[in-house]
């Protein structure tokens, strides 16, 4: 069965980097994109961004442009997500969603929250 | 980017009824490029609808999806307890992929 695990909780404090992980199992992982999208607490999904685990291409949304990037790892179907210059306002569960940019996002990882404080 | 609006934010209702969620976009897109989401507390969220009235694999069939343009609908026949959650709409049309605000449909 498909499966998406991602990594644990992290802690950071403002203008860090963080760098969660995102391991695919039960599929072809090369065969379909994988996105990332936000939830900061009590509010909605915010789409981040994709990559394809294929060819390594990726694409932001405007807001996260230059502070984030995504990348995979093949060999460990493992597709990561790197957000740098952390704000508070990055406080947020992250989750892995597997789909591409036009598509729908049929599989989710189980979320990892950042907490950004001082 | 194309803004969707869900309404109503919050839906009460009771077991056995029926519910209706809209939500509209800012600018028409093909039906191909909505689906619903479910999200309960401390859980991702669940496709349950692509192509504005699919259902996913394992869907129940009281979740109907239908709609065009710029109006989308996912209806609920017979709630559940379980069904009890919020629910999102997305759109894949263009990039960014943008959701909705969601609908929380709470027991009355």
């Known amino acids: 069965q498909v499966q998406l695990v991602q990594s644990g909780a992290e802690v950071k404090k403002p203008g860090a980097s963080v760098k969660v992980s995102c391991k695919a199992s039960?599929?072809?992982?090369?065969?379909?994109?994988m996105n990332w999208v936000r939830q900061a607490p009590g509010q909605g999904l915010e789409w981040v961004g994709w990559?394809?685990?294929?060819?390594?291409?990726?694409g932001y949304a405007q807001k996260f442009q230059g502070r984030v990037t995504m990348t995979r790892i093949t060999s460990i179907s493992t597709v990561y997500m790197e957000l740098t210059s952390l704000r508070s306002e990055d406080t947020a569960v992250y989750f892995c969603?597997?789909?591409?940019?036009?598509?729908?996002?049929?599989?989710w990882g189980q979320g990892t929250l950042v907490s950004v404080s001082s | 980017d194309i803004v969707l609006t869900q309404s109503p934010g919050t839906l009460s209702l009771a077991p056995w009824d029926r519910a209706t969620l809209s939500c509209r976009a800012s600018?028409?897109?093909?039906?191909?490029?909505l689906a619903w989401y479910q999200q309960k507390p401390g859980q991702p969220p669940r496709l349950l609808i692509y192509?504005?009235?699919n259902r996913a694999t394992g869907i129940p069939d009281r979740f109907s999806g239908s709609g065009s343009g710029r109006d989308f609908t996912l209806t609920i026949n017979g709630l559940d307890p379980e069904d009890f959650a919020v629910y999102y709409c997305?759109?894949?049309?263009?990039?960014?992929?943008?959701f909705g605000q969601g609908t929380k449909v709470e027991i009355k």
């Open positions: 969603a597997r789909g591409g940019a036009g598509s729908w996002d049929d599989f």
């Open positions: 039960g599929y072809t992982f090369t065969a379909y994109d």
């Open positions: 990559v394809s685990p294929k060819t390594g291409n990726a």
């Open positions: 600018q028409s897109i093909s039906s191909s490029y």
């Open positions: 192509a504005a009235s």
């Open positions: 997305q759109q894949y049309a263009g990039s960014p992929k943008t």
